[in-house]
Each structure stands twice: as structure tokens, then as C-alpha cells.
């Protein structure tokens, strides 16, 4: 069975609440998570919240990777959605679990867009000129 993605669904509790709080800290780990896992980054985004909490993404090329931190309960929620098989996610995962030292980690993964049961494998990205045969 094939899919188009995987979509790590990262749970980080007791972290360092210090570093949760710390805008640049928390840019800078996930844009380094994203190189780590060998993505092309394309955009970054993040906002601090008053009095605390962060929200951020790094869209990659190969979909993206998404934060949102509450430091007054040391918790954060990672989502990482990468398309193709060429980038781990889990490398990304891995790295901000270290990055916010967590100690109560948990990681879900699912499947994005399967659509092959086949042992088929198919390419993240259609052209147009094959767009137009299929139709």
C-alpha cells in the first residue's frame, strides 16, 4: 500500500517551558528540524502570543512543519507532513523532542492520500502533461 504523504503527529509534554516560550528558540528549532530531515524550505512564519505561546510553520517543498506551544503547561504540538519518500520525518520529529527537551514524548503517524493498494509506487507530484492523458 502506497500513500502520497505521512503526517507525524508529535506530542512533546514536560518540556523545558523556558524554551517554549523563547520565540527565536522555537523558530530556529523547527527551521533546523526541517534541514535536519533534508527538506527544501520555501516559507517561514511564525507569532508570539501575550502573555506566552507560540504558533509557527516552515512550509517545505515537501509539504510542512507546524508548531503551537503553551509553555505554562510545558507542552507542544508538532505536526510534520512530508510527501514522497526521499524526507523523514521522523528525523524532524527526533530532533525538536531533543531541541525542547522533552521528557513525555509521543509520536502518531499516519498514512496522507493513499490511493494505491497496489505494490505500485506513485510520485508525489503530477504534471500537467499527464493530467491531460488521464483526462
Not at 503547561?73 to 512530508?82: E, K, L, N
Not at 525538536?96 to 494505491?116: H, N, T, W, Y
Amino acid at each position: 500500500m502506497y500513500a502520497l504523504g505521512t503526517h507525524l503527529l508529535v506530542e512533546l509534554k514536560e518540556c523545558n517551558p523556558e524554551i517554549l516560550k523563547d520565540l527565536s528558540k522555537v523558530k530556529e528549532a523547527l527551521v533546523s528540524a526541517a534541514k535536519e530531515a533534508k527538506a527544501t524550505i520555501i516559507d517561514v512564519s511564525f507569532h508570539e502570543f501575550n502573555p506566552f505561546g507560540i504558533s509557527g510553520m516552515v512550509v517545505i517543498a515537501e509539504s510542512h512543519l507546524s508548531i503551537h506551544t503553551w509553555p505554562e503547561y510545558s507542552y507542544a504540538a508538532v505536526d510534520i507532513f512530508t510527501c514522497g519518500d526521499i524526507i523523514k520525518p521522523e528525523v524532524a520529529a527526533h530532533y525538536l523532542i531533543a531541541c525542547f527537551e522533552s521528557k513525555s514524548p509521543s509520536i502518531v503517524e499516519m498514512k496522507r492520500g493513499i490511493i494505491s493498494c497496489s505494490n505500485e509506487k506513485l510520485p508525489h507530484k503530477v504534471y500537467d502533461s499527464e493530467l491531460q492523458m488521464a483526462s
